[in-house]
């Protein structure tokens, strides 16, 4: 790979851990579609500078290829599962890293983690008051 342009973008060894979770292309004569014209790694590069950048779709930079086309893959890996493939082996390899077992074996959630009303729902809502004085808008009062 030449020179990074982006910040964002993954090295050859981060490539290689990547590019056997990436689905193969359904280029075949039982599953249809046709062979692959886009290259992989610059669609995931073109996914990490939408995710890091926070851009709108149609800004993305043209080298990382179309916007249509990334977007595409966005939502195409995010349906079938490749995202959470993804997520589920480089947890792995962290977890390995730090001499612990591949998969964790329990989850916290705090009470910071999991949002809840003060008032309890529906049922515990007041109903809102009318004034029946004078406001800034309308100088009207109800006769007694």
């Not at 990074?4 to 249809?32: A, C, F, M």
Request: a positive charge; hydrophobic letters at 30%.
């Amino acid at each position: 790979m030449q020179g990074s342009t982006y910040p964002s973008e993954i090295t050859d060894e981060q490539w290689s851990l990547l590019e056997p979770l990436v689905p193969p292309p359904r280029s075949n004569r039982v599953t249809g579609g046709r062979p692959r014209e886009v290259d992989l790694r610059q669609i995931v590069n073109g996914l990490l500078y939408f995710s890091r950048s926070g851009c709108q779709w149609r800004m993305l930079p043209k080298d990382l290829g179309p916007w249509t086309t990334v977007q595409g893959y966005y939502r195409q890996y995010r349906r079938d599962g490749t995202f959470q493939k993804i997520h589920d082996r480089l947890r792995e390899q962290v977890r390995l890293q730090a001499a612990k077992e591949p998969t964790p074996s329990a989850a916290i959630i705090d009470s910071q983690s999991v949002k809840t009303t003060e008032k309890g729902g529906f049922a515990a809502m007041m109903p809102g008051r009318k004034s029946t004085g004078a406001n800034a808008t309308s100088s009207w009062t109800p006769w007694a």
